[in-house]
């Protein structure tokens, strides 16, 4: 085994939820890893989607699923259940009843471990950071985005403050102030 | 066919809700339908479940499915969705996230219709009204209920009241009061 | 008796809620099975709803009834207990504070059993499953119904896939993978 | 007419209700109100409760109707839109649902009036507030119960304080503080 | 004292509510009741607010007041405490928090008791039920308001079922059917 | 040490927040006080914050913080925890969830007080009371200010009523009336 | 003017909350603060609790208001209204209608700003540091508790590991690790 | 690198999440994946924080971080920001405020992806189940764990059935029933 040519199956509940799993897909590829969308409702097609799980266990590379569903997740806690590979529940969420439908996502029964997150594109980022562990290509894709997205906000910051920041020499922080509670 | 020698298959989804499959074998016994308690989770043995199911609808007696699973409820979806006969989706509640679970049993993507109840005799009550379309005994033990249930009311008020009920004598309704308006 | 020639009697609380029943109706031409709209609100004109239960239970022919208003439901219940044929609320949503009207829909009292479902087709659906316990052409109806919707996933699953699905042969479950823990 | 010789007919739900329409009634009793405790409800014995409400209306005496029931609550609506009479709803609250209940009490249809309080001696004190319009013992009552809310609440903080108080000499306001904005 | 010549002071916690009290206004209006629109914020003025009710205190008229404040409501309890007649909180209803801004209008303490109403129209005429209880004026118009309601909606399911509606003769009630439980 | 010459650092979790900042800004400015904007989110750059904050306290100038992040906030906490100034947290507000994201803001771990406000012009309000404790100007704009609001809501209602007002003459309210029960 | 012998009000809405306030009291205690507790409703009582406020902004003393009042909150908005000190909201919370009292100290109309936190403990905290602004001793009582705070986590953490740390060096974290990113 | 030798750091906000904590560990040990337990609050010692977090990224063993803390979550944002191994948050729920905390947890900004799961078992499985992708002795256990719940389940089944299971035999799937939808 390895973590090399990994792959996420995207797994969709409906059509309806295609563009979503897009987004995932688009923002895997950003981070070098591979992924391929299916459609397979785990109320209406149950027996198909175990088939599409068996086949894909017989697939020799390593896995992060990906659940995309709407409404009452069904999906995501029968797939956790049925393989040993991870997987992420990333439902579309709904205004209706303020979105609880989350709740579907995250109350699963003893035994059963789907990893919940609300942005498709965060789903993709914790698919990698899996890959990351084991794959020096994806680790160093995490690793630029992890870095690009705090330089940028260090350079709004400087931006916004290129001319009123403070001149005050900042003291080293043992001697007066902040972080040295816990340094 | 026939709604003679209706059953009941009640659906665990876990051996943890057997309590709660019980009261509503309980209250369907009192209306003269026979039950069976099943256990099999969605999310954990889909394929037993799906066996369970296969085997129920070779089964010729008229069946009414009720599914009692608590947390996120994939169990009365799949089931729903599966069977012809009707599903009676009977979620056991709970405290946790002011019971939100609720909504993993009413929120059914398009084409999956269980019905929901939250009250286990209420559900066995449902169960039977449906068999009470076309068996005698079942809708006699049905109104039966019903009556009970009206004409304890009625006697509740009446021993609150023995005494102190107001003795004007009452007008015929169409002349002076109340419900006029719709008669 | 029989579950020949049946009927939905589909009960609004007010002329508003005409068109959702309309879609009632409609989902329920689809499967075969007869409606009638009526309006009726438990609240302004309880004898007259009361009437017309009245006339409808003289009426000899299977029926289900489908109850239709928004904000506080008081028709679902009134309507329950007075019939000893099922009833269906389908409570119209409404997205102020969260939609929680659906909880005058559930918290009925004891002895009293509407049940619930949210999608109006899926209310047609419910209604037809449960006259399909005893009438082929509307169990004929419903199980076309299901089988499409299956067939349809499977079809937006090929269309899908037809190129990039993956090659590798899919070995038995048994052997490696998915299901084999309860099959 | 005249508002003197009020009655309150408290309308329960169902038995259940019992300790809580005497909370009531008791509250009542203190502004010197006469109430009488009845139990009809609304979805179970809805022709006893118009022929209740239809009996009420022929009496003479000035009446503000309380009922009083849990769950879904269709017992306050229908009572309202019944009689002429100003009507009061006082549900008892579950935890179920983080109280939900209340929804169904508040969410009436238009043209339908039913006034929501949650305290059951409040709802006495609204009622007591209504009959004082034009009855001066009623008043007295009222008024002699709000006194000695507030003068219990300057005592409190007399005593609380006595020799803590501020030795400060209190300016007159208008001079350099609070209340001045609005004098 | 007397109920004749009834005055609502609609007391508005800002001008921007003024709309919603005009609704209230005209609604009065309609069943015979003259109102007054004052704007007084219990935050911001509370001593002009005092001063106000003041006024109306002596001002003989039989009053009703309706409060209308968005928000935090402290308006309506400061009102219910400070005055005897009977109060009703009219909140208009905002989507922030899902409209929780009701519970501020409901969870009064002990000895407050504003009476809780969400529609303003429904607002105008739980008041004008209140003058009803002794003004035979207001007591015609309520009537004629909830009949010309009740008729509208017999009219409506007349004119959608003149055609369709069942011809099967109604039985008597009493022997066949729904609400004989009660009778 | 010295509330003269005061300052606010406008601390924001992203750029997206800038308009919001922005307000907050505007409205200080209003009641005479400096603000700084600067961007550091707590869970990207936390070495560069606690750097910005050890800054800060290098600034000898009194500081009240305000720091505006939405969806789960860490920055509050994170900054009142780390130093010794005020801490006012102003989250902007999400739809989502009905708003839940409020609960990051308020539900803080012993030994950590950001003081939560809704309203960003709130914000800057409550920070100039602050300073108004020990810097004149300061407060005499913060006093200007609410009586402004106090006298705008007086002239609004003297406008609406200007010839509708009641010409009963006032009685002072110890003889007969409203807040004589605490005067 | 000055921040030394600093005050806070602690103004309760009842008797009721005498106890929360004391924690509010012995918190401010430990930081060298004086405080004093005060009952009046801002509902029942609002021309003393004006004439408290008025008394009280006559008193030299630098103060910080804390308002503590459960269910719906008129308190400190009305407070916060009326004064041009700073006010926190520190409202005891209940279990019904899931705590949404909160929403009646969070929903504060335009202008008015009392600053809200949840732990009497924090009220406390977030006041000292108020005071601590130029208030050398309640500086340093605030920094002795926050940096007792950290050294306790900093001790836990180091009881729990003593054996079982880590041994491998730590690299300089520019190297190979964590907050590179943003130093 | 590689999966073997697998490491989870469990970082606890407090010490009172230690039982918490210890929960995860011990299901970690039935996985055959070694933890260890650190304290560290992302408010009161960040810079504590950053330095355990250093420390870790140069351990070469791979790693899954759990991230405990009840409240408002800050921790698990901020560990996923600065590391590249995957992060679990598995926030210990409070009843307050109907569980509200776990959006503390969920509503991260963008580019931060802490995936989150409520139970503490959970956590440990989705840990294992992550370093299974590459190790076959925990992949072995996790399956193994799957497995044993899968046959509990259809024990629990047989048990309860063992006398009453129907024994008409079952047809093939394909001919008259349930999953030949998508088989």
Redesign the interface.
Known sequence: ???LNPLVPIIL???GD?HYGQVVANALTQFGVAS????????????????????????PR???YITI??????LS??V?????????ACPP?S?????????????????????????P???A??AA??F???N?EV?AS??A???A???R??Q??DE??SK???S????P?QE????N???
Chains 1, 2, 3, 4, 5, 6, 7, 8 share one sequence.
């Open positions: 085994m390895t973590l509940g409906s059509k295609l391929e969308i299916r459609i397979a409702s785990a109320h209406k097609v149950p027996a198909a989607l175990l088939q599409i799980l068996s086949d894909y266990e017989t697939d390593p896995k992060v569903t709407g409404r009452s997740n069904a806690g029968l956790d259940a049925q393989v040993t590979c991870p997987v992420i969420l205004d209706t009843f303020s979105g609880a439908d989350i709740y579907s996502s995250l109350r699963m029964p003893g035994g059963i471990a789907p990893l919940v997150i609300l942005d594109e965060g789903a980022l914790a950071k899996i990351a562990l084991d020096p680790h995490v690793r985005f992890q870095k997205n705090a330089e906000l260090l709004d910051d916004l403050n009123s920041k403070p005050v020499p900042s003291l922080p007066s102030s902040v972080n509670f816990d340094l």
